[in-house]
């Protein structure tokens, strides 16, 4: 029974698509995320939501719009898709900041654009 | 402001040695929490470990240990005889009280462990 489950886990596709990526979790976790994970294995956090409301949103492009229909879900559409935007995203939930059993991750999605 | 880094970008050991990963933090907040995690092949990333700032206790659990060190600025991560199967990515973060939402990654230490 999977805690954070994001699909697809592939997505490969053309220069100026648009496309999603979704995210569930069963937690019950009160928070949900979006990290990027570029091909140096960096990883760096895009937006956070909180009961539905965003909280974090950290100079990403407004090509990226996160979508929260309740607190189970955060879903990522991305217009326009560049070359640039080729990396692992991952979804990530908590309770109360992570602080007590850190963050729970989903296994990713690689995106590439070709 | 916020900072981690974890210098060594790769480490390759023989099976049954020890070996030490090391992690620094920079913050202005008195009160933050630092993490690790795992990054096996498979691509998932999984939560090891949390640690207050006013809580410099090491911690141990099984062949994984934790040494947190405030005067340093350091929280190393401690694996004692390494299997093959610890071989992954290894990331050390940190969030602070005022953000616990944002979590600060490091770059990441790659462990290969050889049979």
């Known amino acids: 029974d999977t805690a954070v489950s994001q699909t697809p886990k592939y997505l490969v596709t053309q220069m100026g698509n648009d496309k999603s990526i979704k995210c569930e979790q069963n937690?019950?976790?009160?928070?949900m995320y979006w990290y990027k994970q570029d091909s140096k294995k960096f990883l760096k956090i895009m937006f956070s939501y909180n009961n539905k409301e965003l909280i974090i949103n950290e100079t990403v492009p407004n090509r990226f719009s996160p979508k929260s229909p309740d607190k189970a879900h955060l879903n990522l559409h991305i217009n326009s898709l560049e070359l640039g935007d080729s990396a692992v995203y991952f979804c990530?939930?908590?309770?109360?900041?992570?602080?007590?059993?850190?963050?729970?991750f989903g296994s990713g999605t690689r995106l590439t654009v070709v | 402001a916020q900072k981690v880094t974890q210098a060594q970008t790769e480490i390759s050991v023989v099976e049954k040695e020890d070996v030490t990963l090391d992690c620094v933090y920079e913050?202005?907040?008195?009160?933050?929490?630092l993490f690790w995690y795992k990054q096996p092949p498979s691509g998932e990333l999984v939560f090891l470990i949390r640690r207050n700032s006013f809580d410099e206790q090491n911690e141990i659990s099984g062949r994984y240990s934790w040494n947190f060190q405030k005067s340093t600025s350091s929280f190393n991560f401690t694996i004692t005889a390494s299997q093959v199967v610890d071989s992954a990515v290894y990331f050390c973060a940190l969030s602070e009280a005022r953000n616990t939402d944002k979590l600060i990654f490091g770059t990441g230490t790659r462990l290969q462990v050889f049979p």
């Open positions: 913050t202005r907040d008195t009160t933050y929490y």
């Open positions: 937690l019950g976790h009160d928070t």
């Open positions: 990530a939930s908590s309770q109360d900041g992570g602080l007590l059993y850190g963050y729970t």
